[in-house]
Nanobody, 119 residues
Framework: QVQLVESGGGLVQPGGSLRLSCAASGIIFSNNAMGWYRQVPGKQRELVAQLISGGSTNYADSVKGRFTISGDNAKNMVYLQMNSLKPEDTAVYYC?????????????WGQGTQVTVSL
């Protein structure tokens, strides 16, 4: 089993910054992807940023140039540095881990952390 624990959410003014952290524990495959998704009420959960084993990254167009995803393999941590935050970034942010096995992939989610961007 895998557990993901997020931290670092909160209230920030527009233009401000926040750093989200996610600690992973349990069985983590060498072939994996860790990332951040976000969800607002009434909308589907959307990918924000993803870090794939090997070092490649994916970002949603709406956060490119503002958000940076990084990881620490030794500590099984993934981070999301969010700069120049906008009110539309307000959402619950979820940490995600995908263990990619030979025959199947396994998805795990954290409990979510609220990010609110407001005056």
């Amino acid at each position: 089993q895998v557990q993901l624990v997020e931290s670092g959410g909160g209230l920030v003014q527009p233009g401000g910054s926040l750093r989200l952290s996610c600690a992973a524990s349990g069985i983590i495959f060498s072939n994996n992807a860790m990332g951040w998704y976000r969800q607002v009420p009434g909308k589907q959960r959307e990918l924000v940023a993803q870090l794939i084993s090997g070092g490649s990254t994916n970002y949603a167009d709406s956060v490119k140039g503002r958000f940076t995803i990084s990881g620490d393999n030794a500590k099984n941590m993934v981070y999301l540095q969010m700069n120049s935050l906008k009110p539309e970034d307000t959402a619950v942010y979820y940490c995600n881990l995908v263990n990619r096995g030979r025959w199947a992939s396994y998805d795990y989610w954290g409990q979510g952390t609220q990010v609110t961007v407001s005056l």
